[in-house]
């Protein structure tokens, strides 16, 4: 069951200055893109966090704080709004105040599934929701893997926070390593089915996460954004108390947004 809405927002080509620059360095970047809502230049700082559906509560609970915590350090979340991680994930952004931008394997109209009605409208309010397929397109099946490219291909890095050994997670962590993003996995239960392609994903290479640093620091995001992340204030509020530091002789501003603190005589 989908529902629908009737207004489907823009599209973009190849040809755009809007199209999304991380798109086009994948090997079959869409040659339209769906969107309802905006996209920023800023939303080339983005982390992708997929995973299962039927996600337990600690699955839960972890995809909602990466989302949060993300979103607090000025990192845009992406994902799939699907049941289970792929929600929390969009929330957590949501209740960070950030941006989060969801990839759909259907048209941009219809509300797939049906009961994030409300989190679609929340999401184009504070992102966007896009896709490859135009206004009208049914959620199918084989749809999905296609999907899973774009939201690897929109991101720096991905998580994958729970799955299991066969999940469709596991076709996204795959276009992440061939379109040379990097990989997470959250470790889960020894017992649980749900970590069999966290703990696959992390014999093979993947990145273990336990912190929302592992990320910032791995992906070389500006050393602001871990100190946002860390005195758990905006990224903004942060750059403006930098500036003061700055002009008392405080600190010093290096190349890439990063500081030091300097030696001040007495």
């Known amino acids: 069951m ?31 893109l769906y969107v309802r809502g905006t996209l920023q230049e800023a939303d080339h700082r983005a982390v992708a ?11 839960l609970a972890v995809a909602e704080w990466l989302g949060q915590e993300l979103a607090r350090s000025g990192v845009t979340v992406i994902s799939g709004l699907a049941r289970g991680i792929d929600a929390a994930a969009h929330r957590g952004a949501l ?37 490859e397929f135009p206004p009208g397109t049914p959620p199918l099946r084989h749809q999905f893997p296609r999907r899973n490219r774009l939201i690897s291909g929109l991101s720096l890095g991905v998580v994958v926070v729970e799955g299991r050994a ?7 962590a795959d276009c992440a390593l061939e379109q040379g993003r990097e990989v997470f996995a959250v470790p889960g239960g020894v017992f649980a089915e749900t970590s069999a392609l966290p703990h696959r994903l992390l014999q093979q290479g993947a990145k273990l996460l336990t912190t929302v ?10 050393n602001m954004d871990v100190l946002a992340l860390r005195c758990r ?15 008392r002789g405080l600190v010093r501003a290096l190349p890439g947004q990063r500081y030091v603190r300097t030696t ?3």
Do not use: F, K, M
């Open 2 to 32: 989908t529902g629908r809405c009737g207004c489907w927002g823009n599209v973009l080509t190849l040809q755009d200055a809007a199209y999304p620059a991380a798109l086009r360095t994948i090997a079959d970047p869409p040659q339209r």
């Open 95 to 131: 209740q960070g105040g950030g941006r989060t931008i969801a990839v759909l394997g259907c048209g941009v109209d219809i509300v797939y599934p049906p009961e994030h009605a409300r989190l679609t409208v929340q999401i184009i309010e504070a992102g966007a929701v896009v896709s």
């Open 233 to 247: 204030l905006p990224v903004a509020e942060v750059a403006r108390v930098l500036l003061g530091l700055e002009l």
């Open 49 to 59: 966090v997929v995973g299962a559906r039927r996600a337990s509560a600690y699955g």
């Open 166 to 172: 066969d999940s469709g997670a596991l076709i996204t």
């Open 264 to 266: 001040v005589e007495t």
């Open 213 to 222: 640093e592992d990320i910032l620091e791995e992906l070389r995001l500006p």
